[in-house]
């Protein structure tokens, strides 16, 4: 780990929550927006924060284009999809132009993108530090060479330290490990969330797992999750069915996936009726 992401993630320890827009997080010294913006997706890449993320711009797509030009009765999309398709035909648009009101917007957008309909550029909004990062930082992380860290990033620091030995000496052993495990989401309530999500989103029993872990990590690590829905297999309650052809997904959602050593990976979630 390189000084300006130690000190990323230490500027977010400073904050409520550990979370914060991604523009209050000042860096120094001053490093323009696009270099931020840069060390936040390499530490989410990581796993050691995540992000809220909006979309800024919206262009067609070849496929996009070639589905507006088929005169058949019944198009593979909903009205607002085509509506947002036909706003970006020309040219690119901020969201603002598809003409959809506000509260669908995003997901009707994302719907297209995920499909390869459309390109989006996306902005970062909310960044966090994921429990895996905390551990990291707490348990894992051995700093070498000189950082110049100032004392205020130090005292971030020690208030996770203490903030953990606080949680840890406030009950036994025993109960404090239980109540840690009690605080999660069960299987029962992740299954629950895919059934919400597939519903929301129109996935028809197929949800894309990247969907899955934009709402649950945190409080979930990635192995947290991946093991639940192992679990879940392993009842037959639901089906895990690998990625054929990820052209239609961005790099990162594919890497939402649970690799695997022959084929695919692990893309795809099926609640079994």
Request: glycine residues 6%; positive net charge; aromatic residues 6%.
């Amino acid at each position: 780990m390189d000084v300006l992401e130690l000190r990323f993630l230490l500027k977010l320890l400073g904050v409520s929550g550990y979370r914060a827009p991604l523009s209050r997080i000042q860096l120094y010294p001053r490093i323009a927006a696009l270099q931020r913006h840069r060390i936040c997706q390499q530490l989410r890449d990581r796993g050691l924060v995540a992000c809220s993320t909006d979309v800024v711009r919206v262009a067609i797509a070849p496929p996009g284009k070639a589905l507006l030009k088929l005169d058949l009765p019944g198009l593979p999309i909903s009205d607002a999809e085509f509506q947002v398709l036909r706003a970006s035909a020309e040219q690119a648009i901020t969201p603002g132009k598809t003409g959809l009101p506000s509260p669908e917007r995003q997901t009707v957008i994302q719907g297209l993108a995920d499909r390869g309909l459309i390109q989006v550029e996306t902005k970062i909004k909310d960044v966090w530090i994921t429990q895996q990062g905390q551990t990291f930082l707490r348990d894992t992380y051995t700093p070498k060479g000189k950082a110049g860290i100032s004392l205020d990033l130090l005292r971030n620091y020690l208030h996770l330290l203490r903030q953990s030995l606080i949680e840890v000496d406030a009950l036994p052993n025993t109960v404090a490990a239980r109540t840690t495990v009690a605080a999660l989401p069960t299987d029962a309530q992740v299954l629950q969330l895919i059934q919400a999500l597939d519903h929301e989103l129109g996935t028809k029993n197929y949800l894309p797992l990247f969907y899955l872990r934009q709402k649950i990590q945190p409080p979930l690590s990635r192995d947290e999750v991946d093991q639940s829905l192992y679990r879940l297999q392993r009842s037959d309650r639901i089906e895990l069915s690998s990625l054929q052809e990820a052209i239609a997904y961005t790099p990162r959602q594919v890497e939402a996936g649970i690799p695997q050593d022959i084929g695919g990976p692990l893309f795809f979630i099926s609640i079994n009726q």
